[in-house]
């Protein structure tokens, strides 16, 4: 199983970046994706997650009604699109890949990515 993330990179404060994580090797359909993030001397948090069906979403107070997360089960693709970005955003973001239901907890998920820096800056 491999999780390929994409899309990070620099942008200044207000600005607008699209994270993509593309999945191999499993069912793409039958796993719930989520993205987290480790900003530097933190630890790795929850921002936001897609269930498998794709109905039910969940996000982290940090970024609700900033960042919206959506997948493409044609393409085994999770997105996540993030607007209105601030300094405190900058991390590396993580996808994450877990068989069956949908959760928020980072130790739930059996597969991740490498990981995608996005750098936020005034």
């Known amino acids: 199983v491999q999780l390929q993330a994409s899309g990070g990179g620099s942008v200044q404060a207000g600005g607008s970046l699209r994270l993509s994580c593309t999945a191999s090797?499993?069912?793409?359909?039958?796993?719930?994706m989520g993205w987290f993030r480790q900003a530097p001397g933190k630890s790795r948090e929850f921002v936001a997650m897609?269930?498998?069906?794709?109905?039910?979403?969940r996000y982290a107070d940090a970024v609700k009604g900033r960042f919206r997360i959506s997948r493409d089960d044609a393409l085994d693709t999770v997105y996540l699109q993030m607007n209105n970005l601030k300094i405190e955003d900058t991390a590396v973001y993580y996808c994450?890949?877990?068989?069956?239901?949908?959760?928020?907890?980072?130790?739930?998920?059996?597969?991740w990515g490498q990981g995608t820096l996005v750098t936020v800056s005034s």
């Open positions: 994450g890949a877990r068989p069956g239901g949908w959760a928020i907890e980072e130790w739930e998920y059996e597969y």
């Open positions: 090797g499993v069912t793409f359909s039958s796993y719930s």
């Open positions: 897609i269930s498998h069906s794709g109905i039910t979403t």
